[in-house]
């Protein structure tokens, strides 16, 4: 078994733990960042959407200021926002390197993306569902939670599944600017050692992470949709 | 003694789009009392909508007032507008059921914090499936379901909280004929067993002559017609009206029939083609053949349409008449004179 491992992975081989912990880091980075992102964007997509024009709490001020602010985060680029934040990381995380410091850039990154996503997620729920919704006389957190969120179970784990996929590639570009991780694992033996069995190896580590994430959303979204 | 249940007063509704101002409702008054099945007709974009919207504070009126049992809705904060609805059920055309809930998911939705224990909640179910006859399709979601069911599940719904009164907003035009009439059957079934009062918005003057005691004609925002279907039928007031009967009624398709010069309404020289219009209880005398005997003049019945509408004959006759001219302009004279309306649609 070594001897195959040896022979296919000649380099990788020799840093075995190192792999194995870029992997795990890999996946505390994309599940941390994730659930705090999810619930951040769900609450950004509910105020979204509940304050737009026609809304069931409609606000412009507050719409407005919400929309700005994800197009600003949006326009910026990632690897510049990474560097952008720095000091505001060191500030929150206590250090700006390793997984803890590439939680707040990744989640600063995503939930914006995030957050349209599920915007575009609950308005797919009919406006004659909040109508009659509304007409039974339920209040505006009962139709958040009784109509939004449960009528648009199917739509918000479909760019869940996108966006965990999105995720993934933030959590290799943060790897390089310090952070750990498969995509720091490919960068510094793949790329600055040209070690390219490090490389295949960490793109079929990713393949196979998408592909799990992606089977998966696919499969509660068919459970929730009757 | 009946008392009113829903009052608009003065109600205007304007529309902003775009800094433009639409007004789609302009001085609504009506009034609808306990216990009646009460129409709203108009063509689309009439305002029918925004007009039963208005009712539960939905959509919210400008200005005027809107009375519910003798309470001003106008203005009112949304917790308490919140309990008015529980006492409005209210239907739609597209049912809007909950895709995500079963049948008894989406009836028992409104109940939520009701405060109502399980078995209550069960209980109430089981009846209301009972009553829209629909015992068995309690796990059934929405999707399985034929449009006729699914405006069932969706009566059941807006009735589970006992209300007092049910807004149906075209709640029959997604159904084939056959399912509309099955949908107002139970509609009248609810009136007459519960006491339940309806208002029912339509585009489609049928509806309204298959259930309605009362209709209100909305036009361009403004109620241009009102009373008793029976007296708006046998004598409307207004063009709009008219048109719309006319689509309830075979005698409608004459002018058709005159325009293309169908064989059925040609005439030969001194022949009148007249459509005579029946009103309140004259049907049950024998015009046609008193006429005929009397003054000696030929009709020749082309087609009729008769119906019985509250109880009482609507409709009339295309009939062919020939004979001496003479005789054919007393048989006319003595015709008008029975308060029947003749309209001589040709002549020969
Ligand atoms: N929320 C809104 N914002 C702007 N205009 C509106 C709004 N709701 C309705 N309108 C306008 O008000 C007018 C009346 O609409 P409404 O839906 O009440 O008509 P309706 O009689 O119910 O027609 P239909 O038979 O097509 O349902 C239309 O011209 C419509 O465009
Ligand atoms: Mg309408």
């Not at chain 1, 009528?151 to 390089?176: D, H, M, N, P, W």
């Not at chain 2, 789009?17 to 063509?43: M, R």
């Not at chain 2, 709640?171 to 208002?199: H, R």
């Amino acid at each position: 078994m070594d001897n195959v491992l040896q022979f296919l992975l000649p380099n990788v081989s020799q840093v075995m733990d190192e792999f194995y912990l870029s992997i795990i880091q890999t996946l505390q980075m994309v599940f941390v960042s994730g659930v705090i992102s999810f619930v951040l964007s769900l609450i950004i997509g509910i105020v979204l959407i509940s304050t737009r024009k026609g809304g069931i709490l409609a606000n412009s001020f507050v719409f407005n200021l919400f929309d700005k602010l994800i197009n600003l985060f949006r326009s910026i680029p990632f690897i510049i926002l990474i560097a952008a934040l720095i000091p505001l990381t060191r500030l929150i995380s206590g250090t700006a390197v390793g997984v803890q410091g590439t939680l707040f850039p990744l989640i600063v990154g995503i939930t914006p993306f995030f957050s349209r996503q599920i915007e575009s997620a609950l308005s797919e729920v009919d406006d004659g569902l909040i109508e009659s919704g509304i007409a039974m006389g339920l209040s505006s957190f009962q139709i958040i939670v009784s109509v939004y969120l449960k009528e648009g179970i199917s739509s918000i784990v479909r760019v869940t599944t996108i966006t965990v996929i999105s995720l993934i590639g933030l959590t290799a570009i943060v790897g390089v600017v310090g952070g750990g991780g498969i995509g720091d694992f490919a960068i510094r033996y793949g790329y600055q050692q040209n070690q390219l069995d490090a490389t295949y190896v960490s793109i079929i580590v990713l393949l196979i992470f998408v592909s799990i994430v992606q089977i998966l959303g696919t499969f509660i979204s068919k459970k929730t949709t009757h | 003694m009946t008392s009113e249940i829903i009052r608009t007063e003065h109600v205007v509704k304007t529309f902003t789009v775009d800094k433009k101002a639409h007004s789609v409702l302009k001085d609504v008054n009506l009034s609808i009392e306990t216990g009646e099945i009460f129409g709203i007709i108009g063509y689309s974009g009439a305002g029918k909508s925004t007009l039963v919207r208005c009712f539960n504070g939905i959509e919210k009126a400008n200005e005027g007032s809107i009375f519910f049992e003798g309470q001003n809705i106008v203005g009112l904060k949304s917790r308490e507008l919140r309990a008015i609805r529980r006492k409005i059920g209210m239907i739609f055309q597209q049912f809007n059921l909950m895709p995500s809930r079963t049948v008894f998911g989406n009836i028992a939705l409104p109940l939520k914090h009701s405060g109502l224990s399980k078995q209550q909640i069960n209980k109430r179910i089981t009846e209301l499936l009972e009553l829209v006859d629909l015992p068995d399709k309690r796990d059934a979601y929405p999707s399985q379901l034929s449009g006729g069911q699914k405006q069932r599940v969706a009566i059941a719904r807006a009735l589970v909280n006992h209300p007092k009164i049910l807004l149906c907003d075209e709640a029959t035009s997604a159904l084939d004929p056959k399912t509309t009439k099955s949908i107002l059957y139970l509609l009248k079934k609810l009136n007459k067993e519960l006491g339940l009062t309806i208002v029912v918005i339509t585009h489609e003057m049928s509806v309204v002559k298959e259930i309605c005691q009362k209709v209100s004609v909305l036009d361009k925002g403004k109620i241009i017609e009102h009373g008793d279907v029976y007296s708006v039928f046998s004598n409307p007031q207004q063009e709009l009206t008219r048109s719309f009967i006319e689509t309830t009624s075979a005698l409608g398709s004459v002018k058709a029939l005159i325009e293309t010069q169908s064989p059925v309404v040609q005439l030969q020289p001194g022949q009148l083609l007249l459509k005579i219009s029946y009103t309140t209880s004259s049907v049950s005398e024998p015009l046609i053949s008193y006429i005929s005997r009397t003054f000696h003049v030929d009709a020749n019945i082309v087609f009729g349409d008769i119906q019985i509408l509250s109880g009482n004959p609507l409709g009339g006759l295309i009939v062919i008449l020939s004979g001496q001219k003479s005789a054919i302009d007393r048989a006319l004279e003595y015709v008008k004179q029975r308060h029947v309306a003749v309209e001589v649609l040709n002549h020969g």
